[in-house]
Nanobody, 126 residues
Framework: QVQLVESGGGLVQAGGSLRLSCAASGRTYGRYAMGWFRQAPGKEREFVAAFKWSDFSTYYGDSVKGRFTISRDNAKDKDTVYLQMDSLKPEDTAVYYC?????????????????WGQGTQVTVSS
């Protein structure tokens, strides 16, 4: 069983930065893909970024490429993934969810993920 806890959300002005953290209990290091998704009111859940422990590959949604960076804790056996969000825009406002799953292919689809965090609110003011 894997439990995920997100933190780091909040209110920021457009152009600012935030860093989200996702701490996992249960061993995900080296085993699972870790992803970030977001959902704004009235919209479908959207893929943001993902990282695969298996080959250290990273993936980004088109709307965040060049502005967001997903990374992991470099300490061995640390099950924490970060999402650095720079140049934030009002349209980035959403609840951001961390997810984990045993995914062998491209980890950009939410239905591939088995475990989900409770979400953290990010609000970007104009």
């Amino acid at each position: 069983q894997v439990q995920l806890v997100e933190s780091g959300g909040g209110l920021v002005q457009a152009g600012g930065s935030l860093r989200l953290s996702c701490a996992a209990s249960g061993r995900t290091y080296g085993r699972y893909a870790m992803g970030w998704f977001r959902q704004a009111p009235g919209k479908e859940r959207e893929f943001v970024a993902a990282f695969k422990w298996s080959d250290f590959s990273t993936y980004y949604g088109d709307s965040v490429k060049g502005r967001f960076t997903i990374s992991r804790d470099n300490a061995k056996d640390k099950d924490t993934v970060y999402l650095q969000m720079d140049s934030l825009k009002p349209e980035d406002t959403a609840v951001y969810y961390c997810a984990a799953g045993s995914i062998s292919g491209i980890p950009t689809t939410d239905r591939l993920y088995r475990y989900w965090g409770q979400g953290t609110q990010v609000t970007v003011s104009s």
